[in-house]
Protein backbone atom coordinates (compact mmCIF):
# COMPACT_ATOMS: atom_id res chain seq x y z
CA UNK A 1 0.00 0.00 0.00
CA UNK A 2 2.87 2.05 0.46
CA UNK A 3 4.17 2.66 -3.13
CA UNK A 4 0.01 3.91 -4.10
CA UNK A 5 0.17 5.91 -1.30
CA UNK A 6 3.60 7.48 -2.37
CA UNK A 7 1.60 8.00 -5.69
CA UNK A 8 -1.24 9.52 -4.85
CA UNK A 9 0.50 12.36 -2.59
CA UNK A 10 2.80 12.74 -5.50
CA UNK A 11 -0.30 13.37 -7.45
CA UNK A 12 -1.49 15.29 -5.20
CA UNK A 13 1.50 17.43 -5.23
CA UNK A 14 1.43 17.23 -8.46
CA UNK A 15 -1.95 18.86 -8.93
CA UNK A 16 -1.03 21.23 -6.03
CA UNK A 17 1.72 22.83 -7.92
CA UNK A 18 -0.11 22.79 -11.32
CA UNK A 19 -2.94 24.51 -9.71
CA UNK A 20 -0.26 26.94 -8.21
CA UNK A 21 1.37 27.59 -11.74
CA UNK A 22 -1.93 28.11 -12.62
CA UNK A 23 -3.13 30.53 -10.65
CA UNK A 24 -0.20 32.83 -10.17
CA UNK A 25 3.34 31.29 -9.56
CA UNK A 26 4.16 30.68 -13.18
CA UNK A 27 2.66 31.09 -16.81
CA UNK A 28 0.09 29.09 -17.33
CA UNK A 29 -0.43 30.74 -20.38
CA UNK A 30 0.19 28.63 -24.13
CA UNK A 31 2.08 30.33 -27.13
CA UNK A 32 -0.58 31.58 -28.90
CA UNK A 33 -2.46 33.53 -25.76
CA UNK A 34 0.91 34.99 -24.74
CA UNK A 35 1.42 36.58 -28.19
CA UNK A 36 -2.05 38.13 -27.07
CA UNK A 37 -0.98 39.43 -23.35
CA UNK A 38 1.76 41.42 -25.14
CA UNK A 39 -0.15 42.96 -27.70
CA UNK A 40 -2.70 44.28 -24.89
CA UNK A 41 0.43 45.57 -22.77
CA UNK A 42 1.03 49.26 -22.39
CA UNK A 43 4.77 48.85 -23.27
CA UNK A 44 3.78 47.59 -27.01
CA UNK A 45 2.19 50.83 -27.56
CA UNK A 46 3.13 52.73 -30.66
CA UNK A 47 4.82 55.75 -30.62
CA UNK A 48 2.29 59.24 -30.55
CA UNK A 49 1.22 59.60 -34.19
CA UNK A 50 1.96 62.64 -35.84
CA UNK A 51 -0.77 65.30 -35.98
CA UNK A 52 -0.10 66.53 -39.90
CA UNK A 53 -3.44 68.76 -39.19
CA UNK A 54 -2.36 70.93 -36.72
CA UNK A 55 1.43 72.19 -37.00
CA UNK A 56 1.73 73.07 -33.34
CA UNK A 57 0.78 69.59 -32.09
CA UNK A 58 3.84 69.33 -30.49
CA UNK A 59 5.17 72.61 -29.48
CA UNK A 60 5.42 72.42 -25.94
CA UNK A 61 4.23 76.75 -25.97
CA UNK A 62 1.26 75.39 -26.92
CA UNK A 63 0.72 72.72 -24.76
CA UNK A 64 1.08 75.31 -22.39
CA UNK A 65 -1.36 77.41 -23.46
CA UNK A 66 -3.67 74.83 -24.20
CA UNK A 67 -3.64 73.49 -20.38
CA UNK A 68 -4.95 77.12 -19.53
CA UNK A 69 -7.28 77.64 -22.27
CA UNK A 70 -8.46 73.54 -20.72
CA UNK A 71 -9.10 75.16 -17.19
CA UNK A 72 -10.58 78.93 -18.36
CA UNK A 73 -14.04 79.20 -17.55
CA UNK A 74 -13.98 82.29 -19.17
CA UNK A 75 -14.44 80.38 -22.32
CA UNK A 76 -18.07 80.04 -21.56
CA UNK A 77 -21.36 81.91 -21.84
CA UNK A 78 -21.93 81.60 -18.27
CA UNK A 79 -18.31 82.12 -16.95
CA UNK A 80 -18.44 78.88 -15.10
CA UNK A 81 -17.99 76.34 -17.71
CA UNK A 82 -14.12 74.68 -19.28
CA UNK A 83 -12.76 72.09 -20.44
CA UNK A 84 -11.41 70.56 -16.83
CA UNK A 85 -15.25 70.97 -15.18
CA UNK A 86 -16.28 68.20 -17.18
CA UNK A 87 -12.70 66.27 -18.17
CA UNK A 88 -11.52 66.23 -14.68
CA UNK A 89 -7.90 65.66 -13.88
CA UNK A 90 -8.55 63.81 -11.02
CA UNK A 91 -11.13 61.63 -12.46
CA UNK A 92 -9.50 60.32 -15.38
CA UNK A 93 -10.58 63.23 -17.35
CA UNK A 94 -14.27 62.35 -17.03
CA UNK A 95 -16.86 63.48 -14.59
CA UNK A 96 -18.60 60.11 -13.31
CA UNK A 97 -21.78 61.62 -14.72
CA UNK A 98 -24.33 59.83 -16.97
CA UNK A 99 -24.72 62.98 -19.23
CA UNK A 100 -22.30 65.46 -19.46
CA UNK A 101 -23.52 68.79 -17.42
CA UNK A 102 -21.89 71.71 -19.03
CA UNK A 103 -24.34 75.20 -19.05
CA UNK A 104 -27.04 72.55 -20.05
CA UNK A 105 -27.27 68.64 -20.19
CA UNK A 106 -25.67 67.11 -22.43
CA UNK A 107 -26.71 63.53 -24.25
CA UNK A 108 -23.70 61.86 -24.33
CA UNK A 109 -21.89 60.57 -21.38
CA UNK A 110 -18.24 62.53 -21.13
CA UNK A 111 -15.39 60.98 -22.60
CA UNK A 112 -12.24 60.44 -20.92
CA UNK A 113 -9.03 62.38 -22.45
CA UNK A 114 -5.92 59.49 -21.91
CA UNK A 115 -4.76 58.17 -25.50
CA UNK A 116 -7.23 60.20 -27.32
CA UNK A 117 -4.78 61.57 -29.76
CA UNK A 118 -4.51 58.05 -31.32
CA UNK A 119 -8.07 57.77 -32.25
CA UNK A 120 -8.65 58.54 -35.85
CA UNK A 121 -12.22 59.51 -34.92
CA UNK A 122 -13.46 61.28 -32.12
CA UNK A 123 -16.98 61.78 -29.49
CA UNK A 124 -19.09 58.67 -29.70
CA UNK A 125 -20.12 59.26 -33.00
CA UNK A 126 -16.42 59.65 -34.56
CA UNK A 127 -18.40 63.19 -36.08
CA UNK A 128 -14.55 64.54 -35.72
CA UNK A 129 -11.28 63.39 -37.41
CA UNK A 130 -8.90 65.21 -34.86
CA UNK A 131 -8.13 66.03 -31.11
CA UNK A 132 -8.18 70.13 -31.69
CA UNK A 133 -11.42 69.78 -34.27
CA UNK A 134 -12.97 67.76 -31.54
CA UNK A 135 -11.92 70.73 -28.93
CA UNK A 136 -14.07 72.97 -30.95
CA UNK A 137 -17.31 71.58 -30.64
CA UNK A 138 -18.32 71.86 -27.09
CA UNK A 139 -17.13 75.28 -26.98
CA UNK A 140 -19.62 75.99 -29.42
CA UNK A 141 -22.18 73.74 -28.24
CA UNK A 142 -25.37 75.41 -26.86
CA UNK A 143 -25.73 72.82 -23.81
CA UNK A 144 -21.99 72.76 -23.00
CA UNK A 145 -19.73 76.08 -23.11
CA UNK A 146 -22.53 78.01 -25.15
CA UNK A 147 -20.25 80.63 -26.01
CA UNK A 148 -19.44 82.00 -29.78
CA UNK A 149 -16.23 81.95 -31.49
CA UNK A 150 -15.83 85.91 -31.29
CA UNK A 151 -16.42 85.79 -28.04
CA UNK A 152 -13.45 83.54 -27.24
CA UNK A 153 -10.84 85.46 -29.72
CA UNK A 154 -11.97 88.27 -27.27
CA UNK A 155 -10.66 86.19 -24.16
CA UNK A 156 -7.24 85.24 -26.24
CA UNK A 157 -6.80 88.71 -27.09
CA UNK A 158 -7.33 90.44 -23.81
CA UNK A 159 -5.34 87.27 -21.93
CA UNK A 160 -3.60 85.38 -23.78
CA UNK A 161 -1.87 87.71 -26.19
CA UNK A 162 1.86 87.77 -26.01
CA UNK A 163 1.90 83.62 -25.38
CA UNK A 164 -0.66 83.20 -28.57
CA UNK A 165 1.03 85.87 -30.92
CA UNK A 166 4.45 83.70 -30.14
CA UNK A 167 3.08 80.60 -31.45
CA UNK A 168 0.32 81.02 -33.95
CA UNK A 169 1.35 85.09 -35.43
CA UNK A 170 -0.42 88.18 -34.78
CA UNK A 171 -4.00 88.61 -33.79
CA UNK A 172 -6.58 89.99 -35.98
CA UNK A 173 -7.94 93.32 -35.35
CA UNK A 174 -11.54 92.50 -33.62
CA UNK A 175 -12.50 96.13 -32.85
CA UNK A 176 -15.13 95.61 -35.12
CA UNK A 177 -16.29 92.23 -33.31
CA UNK A 178 -19.08 92.60 -30.90
CA UNK A 179 -18.58 90.90 -27.56
CA UNK A 180 -20.07 87.80 -29.15
CA UNK A 181 -21.37 86.65 -32.16
CA UNK A 182 -20.80 83.13 -33.89
CA UNK A 183 -22.59 80.99 -36.62
CA UNK A 184 -23.38 78.09 -33.77
CA UNK A 185 -24.76 80.65 -30.83
CA UNK A 186 -28.41 81.83 -30.65
CA UNK A 187 -30.38 83.87 -33.47
CA UNK A 188 -28.70 87.54 -32.14
CA UNK A 189 -25.21 86.13 -32.25
CA UNK A 190 -26.00 84.26 -35.62
CA UNK A 191 -27.22 87.55 -37.04
CA UNK A 192 -24.19 89.45 -35.93
CA UNK A 193 -21.71 86.86 -37.03
CA UNK A 194 -23.50 87.15 -40.33
CA UNK A 195 -23.41 91.25 -40.31
CA UNK A 196 -18.96 91.53 -40.31
CA UNK A 197 -17.30 91.05 -42.91
CA UNK A 198 -15.52 87.83 -44.74
CA UNK A 199 -12.26 88.80 -43.22
CA UNK A 200 -12.95 89.72 -39.35
CA UNK A 201 -14.96 86.05 -39.59
CA UNK A 202 -11.97 84.20 -41.19
CA UNK A 203 -9.84 86.20 -38.75
CA UNK A 204 -11.61 85.04 -35.79
CA UNK A 205 -12.28 81.35 -37.06
CA UNK A 206 -8.38 81.33 -37.34
CA UNK A 207 -7.78 82.33 -33.77
CA UNK A 208 -11.17 79.60 -32.81
CA UNK A 209 -9.27 77.12 -34.77
CA UNK A 210 -5.98 77.87 -33.12
CA UNK A 211 -7.29 77.83 -29.59
CA UNK A 212 -8.75 74.17 -30.34
CA UNK A 213 -4.87 73.04 -31.97
CA UNK A 214 -3.71 74.70 -28.58
CA UNK A 215 -5.96 72.36 -26.63
CA UNK A 216 -5.21 69.36 -28.49
CA UNK A 217 -1.32 69.69 -28.03
CA UNK A 218 -1.93 69.59 -24.39
CA UNK A 219 -4.41 66.67 -24.32
CA UNK A 220 -2.34 64.85 -26.67
CA UNK A 221 0.07 64.31 -23.94
CA UNK A 222 -2.08 62.65 -21.47
CA UNK A 223 -1.46 58.89 -21.69
CA UNK A 224 -2.90 55.86 -19.51
CA UNK A 225 -0.10 55.05 -17.40
CA UNK A 226 0.69 51.09 -16.45
CA UNK A 227 -1.60 49.04 -14.38
CA UNK A 228 -1.53 46.14 -12.43
CA UNK A 229 -2.13 43.68 -15.65
CA UNK A 230 1.16 45.19 -17.38
CA UNK A 231 3.01 44.58 -14.37
CA UNK A 232 1.64 41.18 -14.36
CA UNK A 233 2.47 40.65 -17.95
CA UNK A 234 6.07 42.04 -17.91
CA UNK A 235 6.79 39.75 -15.17
CA UNK A 236 5.32 36.71 -17.29
CA UNK A 237 7.54 37.93 -20.16
CA UNK A 238 10.31 37.75 -18.32
CA UNK A 239 9.74 35.14 -16.58
CA UNK A 240 9.90 36.66 -13.03
CA UNK A 241 7.67 35.79 -10.49
CA UNK A 242 3.75 36.67 -10.53
CA UNK A 243 2.01 35.56 -7.66
CA UNK A 244 1.73 38.75 -5.85
CA UNK A 245 0.79 40.75 -8.89
CA UNK A 246 -2.69 39.05 -9.81
CA UNK A 247 -5.43 36.81 -8.26
CA UNK A 248 -6.30 33.57 -9.50
CA UNK A 249 -9.91 35.27 -10.34
CA UNK A 250 -8.41 38.08 -12.01
CA UNK A 251 -6.20 35.73 -14.44
CA UNK A 252 -9.04 33.30 -14.93
CA UNK A 253 -10.73 36.62 -16.25
CA UNK A 254 -7.70 37.60 -18.48
CA UNK A 255 -8.29 34.08 -19.99
CA UNK A 256 -11.64 34.57 -20.15
CA UNK A 257 -11.36 38.13 -21.75
CA UNK A 258 -9.06 36.93 -24.25
CA UNK A 259 -10.88 33.52 -24.73
CA UNK A 260 -14.04 32.90 -24.60
CA UNK A 261 -15.83 36.40 -24.14
CA UNK A 262 -14.12 37.14 -27.23
CA UNK A 263 -13.60 40.74 -25.59
CA UNK A 264 -10.18 41.32 -28.16
CA UNK A 265 -12.61 41.35 -31.15
CA UNK A 266 -12.93 45.36 -29.97
CA UNK A 267 -11.09 45.91 -26.82
CA UNK A 268 -7.74 44.92 -28.64
CA UNK A 269 -3.91 46.27 -28.63
CA UNK A 270 -2.56 48.21 -25.87
CA UNK A 271 -5.05 50.79 -25.04
CA UNK A 272 -7.89 47.42 -25.51
CA UNK A 273 -9.87 49.56 -27.85
CA UNK A 274 -9.60 48.83 -32.13
CA UNK A 275 -10.86 52.38 -32.09
CA UNK A 276 -13.94 51.30 -34.25
CA UNK A 277 -17.57 51.99 -33.85
CA UNK A 278 -19.95 48.84 -33.20
CA UNK A 279 -23.54 48.13 -32.57
CA UNK A 280 -23.77 46.47 -29.56
CA UNK A 281 -27.58 46.51 -28.69
CA UNK A 282 -26.85 49.39 -26.21
CA UNK A 283 -30.58 50.55 -25.10
CA UNK A 284 -31.48 54.12 -25.88
CA UNK A 285 -31.70 56.16 -22.94
CA UNK A 286 -35.23 57.09 -22.19
CA UNK A 287 -35.96 60.84 -23.03
CA UNK A 288 -33.18 61.18 -25.22
CA UNK A 289 -33.71 62.15 -28.83
CA UNK A 290 -33.07 59.28 -31.17
CA UNK A 291 -29.35 58.63 -32.27
CA UNK A 292 -27.98 56.67 -34.98
CA UNK A 293 -24.65 56.54 -33.98
CA UNK A 294 -21.73 56.43 -36.61
CA UNK A 295 -24.42 56.09 -38.93
CA UNK A 296 -24.47 60.23 -39.05
CA UNK A 297 -20.98 60.60 -37.69
CA UNK A 298 -19.51 59.18 -40.17
CA UNK A 299 -21.29 61.90 -42.86
CA UNK A 300 -21.55 64.35 -40.55
CA UNK A 301 -17.38 64.38 -40.11
CA UNK A 302 -17.01 64.77 -44.41
CA UNK A 303 -19.02 68.00 -43.64
CA UNK A 304 -17.26 68.96 -40.82
CA UNK A 305 -16.23 72.73 -40.81
CA UNK A 306 -12.83 72.08 -39.16
CA UNK A 307 -12.09 68.38 -40.69
CA UNK A 308 -8.17 67.63 -42.28
CA UNK A 309 -9.36 68.63 -45.58
CA UNK A 310 -10.65 72.16 -44.49
CA UNK A 311 -8.61 75.23 -44.98
CA UNK A 312 -8.34 75.67 -41.48
CA UNK A 313 -6.03 72.08 -41.18
CA UNK A 314 -2.62 71.88 -41.59
CA UNK A 315 -2.79 68.16 -43.62
CA UNK A 316 -2.46 70.03 -46.95
CA UNK A 317 -5.43 67.99 -48.03
CA UNK A 318 -3.99 64.48 -47.23
CA UNK A 319 -6.51 63.23 -45.59
CA UNK A 320 -6.48 59.25 -45.98
CA UNK A 321 -8.97 58.84 -42.87
CA UNK A 322 -11.44 60.92 -44.77
CA UNK A 323 -10.57 59.19 -48.40
CA UNK A 324 -11.42 55.92 -47.45
CA UNK A 325 -13.93 56.18 -44.62
CA UNK A 326 -16.64 53.89 -45.23
CA UNK A 327 -19.91 55.73 -45.18
CA UNK A 328 -23.69 54.78 -45.82
CA UNK A 329 -23.00 51.34 -44.37
CA UNK A 330 -26.03 49.83 -42.50
CA UNK A 331 -23.67 48.54 -39.86
CA UNK A 332 -23.12 51.65 -38.68
CA UNK A 333 -26.75 52.21 -37.32
CA UNK A 334 -26.52 52.98 -33.40
CA UNK A 335 -22.76 51.77 -33.83
CA UNK A 336 -20.77 53.76 -31.20
CA UNK A 337 -16.85 54.47 -30.40
CA UNK A 338 -15.04 51.30 -28.88
CA UNK A 339 -13.76 53.19 -25.50
CA UNK A 340 -10.53 52.03 -24.26
CA UNK A 341 -10.49 49.97 -21.18
CA UNK A 342 -7.87 51.89 -19.32
CA UNK A 343 -8.99 52.78 -16.04
CA UNK A 344 -12.16 51.45 -16.54
CA UNK A 345 -13.35 50.31 -13.51
CA UNK A 346 -12.41 53.87 -11.92
CA UNK A 347 -15.14 55.32 -13.76
CA UNK A 348 -18.74 54.04 -13.29
CA UNK A 349 -21.33 55.01 -15.32
CA UNK A 350 -21.30 52.90 -18.57
CA UNK A 351 -21.88 53.13 -22.23
CA UNK A 352 -22.49 56.16 -24.45
CA UNK A 353 -24.92 57.56 -22.71
CA UNK A 354 -24.34 56.30 -18.71
CA UNK A 355 -27.09 53.91 -19.71
CA UNK A 356 -25.68 51.23 -17.22
CA UNK A 357 -24.53 52.02 -13.61
CA UNK A 358 -22.14 49.34 -12.90
CA UNK A 359 -19.51 46.85 -14.74
CA UNK A 360 -21.63 44.23 -13.80
CA UNK A 361 -24.32 45.52 -15.54
CA UNK A 362 -22.36 45.88 -19.02
CA UNK A 363 -21.25 42.03 -18.50
CA UNK A 364 -24.75 40.68 -17.36
CA UNK A 365 -26.19 43.07 -21.12
CA UNK A 366 -23.01 41.27 -22.94
CA UNK A 367 -23.98 37.66 -21.26
CA UNK A 368 -27.68 38.30 -22.76
CA UNK A 369 -27.51 40.49 -25.96
CA UNK A 370 -30.48 42.00 -26.28
CA UNK A 371 -31.30 42.94 -29.64
CA UNK A 372 -30.30 46.23 -30.61
CA UNK A 373 -33.25 48.93 -30.64
CA UNK A 374 -32.21 49.90 -34.10
CA UNK A 375 -30.02 48.75 -36.51
CA UNK A 376 -28.45 45.27 -35.80
CA UNK A 377 -26.59 44.42 -32.47
CA UNK A 378 -23.35 42.59 -33.45
CA UNK A 379 -22.82 40.39 -29.97
CA UNK A 380 -23.61 36.88 -29.58
CA UNK A 381 -24.84 35.53 -25.94
CA UNK A 382 -22.24 34.48 -23.55
CA UNK A 383 -24.27 32.49 -21.45
CA UNK A 384 -21.68 32.83 -18.74
CA UNK A 385 -22.49 31.49 -15.30
CA UNK A 386 -22.04 34.08 -12.12
CA UNK A 387 -18.73 32.98 -11.57
CA UNK A 388 -17.37 33.79 -14.68
CA UNK A 389 -18.86 37.12 -14.87
CA UNK A 390 -17.52 38.20 -11.75
CA UNK A 391 -13.90 37.08 -13.02
CA UNK A 392 -14.15 38.73 -16.25
CA UNK A 393 -15.17 41.77 -13.80
CA UNK A 394 -11.95 41.33 -11.32
CA UNK A 395 -10.27 41.45 -14.69
CA UNK A 396 -10.85 44.76 -15.85
CA UNK A 397 -10.31 46.01 -12.25
CA UNK A 398 -6.66 44.98 -12.93
CA UNK A 399 -6.55 47.92 -15.54
CA UNK A 400 -6.65 50.43 -13.51
CA UNK A 401 -3.53 52.82 -12.87
CA UNK A 402 -2.51 56.55 -13.33
CA UNK A 403 -3.16 59.10 -16.23
CA UNK A 404 0.34 60.60 -17.30
CA UNK A 405 1.38 63.84 -18.75
CA UNK A 406 4.02 63.70 -20.52
CA UNK A 407 6.24 66.35 -21.44
CA UNK A 408 7.37 69.37 -19.36
CA UNK A 409 4.65 71.76 -18.89
CA UNK A 410 2.36 69.32 -17.72
CA UNK A 411 1.84 67.80 -13.93
CA UNK A 412 1.83 63.80 -13.91
CA UNK A 413 -2.25 63.49 -12.51
CA UNK A 414 -2.68 61.18 -9.55
CA UNK A 415 -6.38 59.41 -10.40
CA UNK B 1 5.18 -17.01 -1.06
CA UNK B 2 2.83 -17.42 -4.28
CA UNK B 3 0.04 -15.39 -3.08
CA UNK B 4 2.11 -12.16 -1.63
CA UNK B 5 3.28 -11.91 -5.22
CA UNK B 6 0.21 -12.13 -6.58
CA UNK B 7 -1.03 -9.71 -4.52
CA UNK B 8 2.03 -7.19 -5.10
CA UNK B 9 1.43 -7.53 -8.81
CA UNK B 10 -2.07 -6.90 -8.56
CA UNK B 11 -1.47 -3.89 -6.38
CA UNK B 12 1.34 -3.09 -8.81
CA UNK B 13 -1.61 -3.11 -11.95
CA UNK B 14 -3.39 -0.48 -9.77
CA UNK B 15 -0.75 1.44 -8.96
CA UNK B 16 -0.15 2.33 -12.83
CA UNK B 17 -3.80 1.62 -14.22
CA UNK B 18 -3.85 4.50 -11.32
CA UNK B 19 -1.23 6.80 -13.02
CA UNK B 20 -2.66 6.24 -16.50
CA UNK B 21 -5.93 7.55 -15.10
CA UNK B 22 -3.75 10.59 -13.72
CA UNK B 23 -1.91 11.35 -16.96
CA UNK B 24 -5.23 11.03 -19.00
CA UNK B 25 -6.82 13.53 -16.44
CA UNK B 26 -3.99 16.04 -16.60
CA UNK B 27 -3.88 15.66 -20.63
CA UNK B 28 -7.55 16.44 -20.88
CA UNK B 29 -7.23 19.91 -19.09
CA UNK B 30 -4.48 20.66 -21.03
CA UNK B 31 -6.80 20.37 -24.50
CA UNK B 32 -9.60 21.76 -22.78
CA UNK B 33 -7.15 24.76 -21.70
CA UNK B 34 -6.09 25.34 -25.19
CA UNK B 35 -9.42 24.82 -27.28
CA UNK B 36 -10.75 28.05 -25.32
CA UNK B 37 -8.99 30.29 -27.89
CA UNK B 38 -10.96 28.65 -30.56
CA UNK B 39 -13.31 30.63 -32.26
CA UNK B 40 -16.54 30.24 -33.71
CA UNK B 41 -17.59 30.24 -37.56
CA UNK B 42 -14.82 29.67 -40.27
CA UNK B 43 -12.00 27.24 -40.18
CA UNK B 44 -8.60 28.82 -40.25
CA UNK B 45 -6.68 27.21 -43.79
CA UNK B 46 -3.74 25.66 -43.67
CA UNK B 47 -0.50 27.65 -42.99
CA UNK B 48 0.65 27.17 -46.71
CA UNK B 49 -2.48 29.16 -47.65
CA UNK B 50 -1.16 32.33 -45.51
CA UNK B 51 1.40 35.32 -46.55
CA UNK B 52 1.51 37.70 -50.07
CA UNK B 53 1.74 35.71 -52.68
CA UNK B 54 2.20 35.22 -56.07
CA UNK B 55 -1.15 33.79 -55.15
CA UNK B 56 -3.70 32.69 -58.28
CA UNK B 57 -6.66 33.91 -59.06
CA UNK B 58 -9.92 31.47 -58.72
CA UNK B 59 -10.25 30.60 -62.04
CA UNK B 60 -6.32 30.54 -62.87
CA UNK B 61 -6.35 33.93 -64.79
CA UNK B 62 -4.09 35.69 -62.76
CA UNK B 63 -1.35 35.44 -60.23
CA UNK B 64 -1.27 38.56 -57.68
CA UNK B 65 1.66 39.55 -54.98
CA UNK B 66 1.27 42.10 -52.38
CA UNK B 67 3.96 44.06 -51.82
CA UNK B 68 3.18 46.01 -48.40
CA UNK B 69 5.14 49.27 -47.78
CA UNK B 70 6.33 47.86 -43.87
CA UNK B 71 4.82 45.57 -41.59
CA UNK B 72 0.84 44.99 -41.25
CA UNK B 73 0.19 46.37 -38.29
CA UNK B 74 -2.97 46.10 -36.45
CA UNK B 75 -4.64 49.77 -36.52
CA UNK B 76 -2.80 51.54 -38.72
CA UNK B 77 -3.37 53.20 -41.88
CA UNK B 78 -1.09 51.04 -44.99
CA UNK B 79 -0.47 51.38 -48.76
CA UNK B 80 0.02 47.82 -50.13
CA UNK B 81 1.43 47.40 -53.49
CA UNK B 82 -0.11 44.24 -55.63
CA UNK B 83 1.76 43.35 -59.03
CA UNK B 84 -0.60 41.38 -61.43
CA UNK B 85 0.22 38.58 -64.11
CA UNK B 86 -1.55 36.12 -66.05
CA UNK B 87 -1.36 32.53 -65.96
CA UNK B 88 1.80 33.08 -68.59
CA UNK B 89 3.74 35.33 -65.92
CA UNK B 90 3.16 38.37 -68.26
CA UNK B 91 2.52 41.87 -66.35
CA UNK B 92 -1.32 42.95 -66.56
CA UNK B 93 -1.92 46.72 -66.88
CA UNK B 94 -4.88 48.72 -67.38
CA UNK B 95 -6.63 46.36 -65.06
CA UNK B 96 -9.51 47.80 -62.46
CA UNK B 97 -8.94 46.18 -58.93
CA UNK B 98 -11.93 45.94 -56.46
CA UNK B 99 -10.37 45.25 -52.86
CA UNK B 100 -12.44 43.60 -50.07
CA UNK B 101 -12.19 41.45 -47.18
CA UNK B 102 -13.00 40.85 -43.67
CA UNK B 103 -12.53 38.42 -40.62
CA UNK B 104 -14.22 35.38 -41.84
CA UNK B 105 -14.13 33.76 -38.14
CA UNK B 106 -16.08 37.12 -36.92
CA UNK B 107 -18.28 38.49 -39.98
CA UNK B 108 -17.05 41.98 -40.54
CA UNK B 109 -15.46 43.62 -43.26
CA UNK B 110 -12.55 45.24 -43.34
CA UNK B 111 -12.84 48.84 -41.52
CA UNK B 112 -11.96 50.93 -44.41
CA UNK B 113 -12.96 51.17 -48.33
CA UNK B 114 -8.89 50.64 -49.52
CA UNK B 115 -8.69 51.40 -53.29
CA UNK B 116 -6.34 51.51 -56.07
CA UNK B 117 -5.35 55.23 -56.28
CA UNK B 118 -1.91 54.73 -58.59
CA UNK B 119 -1.28 52.47 -61.24
CA UNK B 120 2.21 52.15 -61.59
CA UNK B 121 3.25 50.33 -64.60
CA UNK B 122 4.58 46.58 -65.15
CA UNK B 123 1.65 45.04 -63.58
CA UNK B 124 1.55 46.88 -60.32
CA UNK B 125 -0.80 48.99 -58.60
CA UNK B 126 -1.06 50.87 -55.32
CA UNK B 127 -3.95 50.69 -53.06
CA UNK B 128 -3.68 52.99 -50.46
CA UNK B 129 -6.54 52.88 -47.14
CA UNK B 130 -5.71 49.20 -45.86
CA UNK B 131 -6.44 48.67 -42.16
CA UNK B 132 -7.12 45.57 -40.08
CA UNK B 133 -8.77 46.42 -36.84
CA UNK B 134 -7.33 43.72 -34.63
CA UNK B 135 -4.61 40.82 -35.06
CA UNK B 136 -5.58 37.27 -36.59
CA UNK B 137 -6.91 35.61 -39.84
CA UNK B 138 -7.98 37.87 -42.22
CA UNK B 139 -8.94 37.99 -45.67
CA UNK B 140 -7.77 40.28 -48.34
CA UNK B 141 -9.31 40.07 -52.04
CA UNK B 142 -8.86 41.49 -55.19
CA UNK B 143 -11.79 41.52 -57.52
CA UNK B 144 -9.39 41.79 -61.15
CA UNK B 145 -10.73 42.77 -64.62
CA UNK B 146 -8.90 43.37 -67.28
CA UNK B 147 -9.00 41.96 -70.96
CA UNK B 148 -8.37 38.35 -69.54
CA UNK B 149 -12.19 38.25 -67.94
CA UNK B 150 -12.94 39.07 -64.19
CA UNK B 151 -11.31 36.67 -61.43
CA UNK B 152 -10.71 37.40 -57.50
CA UNK B 153 -7.75 36.34 -55.83
CA UNK B 154 -7.95 35.55 -52.54
CA UNK B 155 -4.92 36.21 -49.62
CA UNK B 156 -4.89 34.76 -46.02
CA UNK B 157 -2.93 37.18 -44.34
CA UNK B 158 -2.07 36.80 -40.26
CA UNK B 159 -2.17 40.60 -39.05
Same mark, same amino acid.
Given at each position: ?????? !??????????????????????????????????????????????????????????????????????????????????????????????????????? @?? #? !????????? *???????????? %?????????????? @??????????????????????????????? #???????? +????????? !?????????????????????????????????????????????? @???? *?????????? !???????? @? %???????????????????????? +?????????????????????????????????????????????????? +?????????????????????? %??????????????????????????????????????????????????????? | ??????????????????????????? &???????????????KRPAAAEFGFGPRPS?????????????? &?????????????????????????????????????? &?????????? &??????????????????????LTIEAAGGADVVTFN???
Amino acid at each position: MSFLRL !LVALFAALVSALAETAAASRTPWTGPELAVLRSLWLRDLEPLPPDPGNRVADDPRAAALGERLFADTRLSANGQVSCAECHKAERTFQDDRPLGQGVGLTTKR @TM #P !LAGAARAPF *LFWDGRKDSLWA %QALGPLESAVEHGG @TRVQYAHVVASHYRAEYEMIFGALPDLTAAP #PSAGPAGN +PGEVAAWNA !LPLSVRDGVTRVFSNIGKAIAAYERRLEAGPSRFDAYVDAVVSGRP @TASL *LTPDEIAGLQ !LFIGRAQC @T %QCHNGPLLTNYEFHNTGVPARPGL +PADDGRWSGATAVVRDEFNCRSRWSDAGGRCPELEFLITGDHAQERAFKV +PSLRHVAARPPYMHAGQMATLA %QVLDHYNRAPAAPRGHSELKPLRFKAAELRQLEAFLRTLDGPVIAAGASAQPTAR | MNAPQTRARARHRRAVLLAGAMVAALG &LTACSHALMLVGAGAKRPAAAEFGFGPRPSAQGRYVATLLPERE &LRPRQMHTVRVAVVDAEGHAIDGASLAIGGGMPQHGHG &LPTRPRVTRA &LGDGTYEIEGVRFNMGGWWQFSLTIEAAGGADVVTFNLDI
